[in-house]
T-cell receptor, first 118, second 116 residues
Framework: AQKVTQAQTEISVVEKEDVTLDCVYE???????LFWYKQPPSGELVFLIR??????QNEISGRYSWNFQKSTSSFNFTITASQVVDSAVYFC???????????????FGKGTHLIIQP | DAGVTQSPTHLIKTRGQQVTLRCSPK?????VSWYQQALGQGPQFIFQ???????QRGNFPDRFSGHQFPNYSSELNVNALLLGDSALYLC???????????????FGNGTRLTVT
């Protein structure tokens, strides 16, 4: 069975600090997909990134960067020079590919509540 | 470009009652998935609809059922409500059946269901 663990329940940092959100996953499949979503207080989940299991290249998008390491089954998310607007709950998610070649429903971690203090 | 819309925003029901939640997908999307998010938890996959059929289902009892209409909108029905069904119900839309990867999910703001 697939599982996503976000061990950090809550992180609080001062604005402009860098912060890393950890994500560890478990899956028996060799083909799978990893995601990060942001959930502001409004409740809507906002898609940030997806990565498939064959692409271990790290990615940078502005102040956001992601470090995918299959050897440790981790997909960590770093925010550089954090801002108050980054405050939200962040979810890591996993999707396995079923035999039909598609992708299953997402399995989410419990989320990390990130608080950026001014 | 309208995103995913859900109605109602909030709902209060009594144990044993039945409830129907509604979702209109983002323009251009044809696949709808439903998730349940309990307080302080991550969303849990309920099921996915494509071409008016349930394509995939998570670990939820038969009390949870759904429907997709020809215009791609969808309903989630929950019968015999339990206190434990209190949660935020999120609808997500995407394009195509292999949608988790090919087309990222776009989520609505959810319906907050409280069962008393």
């Amino acid at each position: 069975a697939q599982k996503v663990t976000q061990a950090q329940t809550e992180i609080s940092v001062v604005e402009k600090e860098d912060v890393t959100l950890d994500c560890v996953y478990e899956t028996r499949d060799t083909t799978y997909y990893l995601f990060w979503y942001k959930q502001p207080p409004s409740g809507e989940l906002v898609f940030l990134i997806r990565r498939n299991s064959f692409d271990e290249q790290n990615e940078i998008s502005g102040r956001y960067s992601w470090n995918f390491q299959k050897s440790t089954s981790s997909f960590n998310f770093t925010i550089t020079a954090s801002q108050v607007v980054d405050s939200a709950v962040y979810f890591c998610a996993l999707s396995e590919a079923y035999s039909g070649g598609g992708a299953d429903g997402l399995t989410f971690g419990k989320g990390t509540h990130l608080i950026i203090q001014p | 470009d309208a995103g995913v819309t859900q109605s109602p925003t909030h709902l209060i029901k009594t144990r044993g009652q039945q409830v129907t939640l509604r979702c209109s997908p983002k323009s251009g999307h044809d696949t709808v998935s439903w998730y349940q998010q309990a307080l302080g938890q991550g969303p849990q996959f309920i099921f996915q609809y494509y071409e008016e059929e349930e394509r995939q289902r998570g670990n939820f009892p038969d009390r949870f059922s759904g429907h997709q209409f020809p215009n791609y909108s969808s309903e989630l029905n929950v019968n015999a409500l339990l206190l434990g069904d209190s949660a935020l119900y999120l609808c997500a839309s995407s394009l195509g059946v292999a949608s988790s990867y090919n087309s990222p999910l776009h989520f609505g703001n959810g319906t907050r269901l409280t069962v008393t």
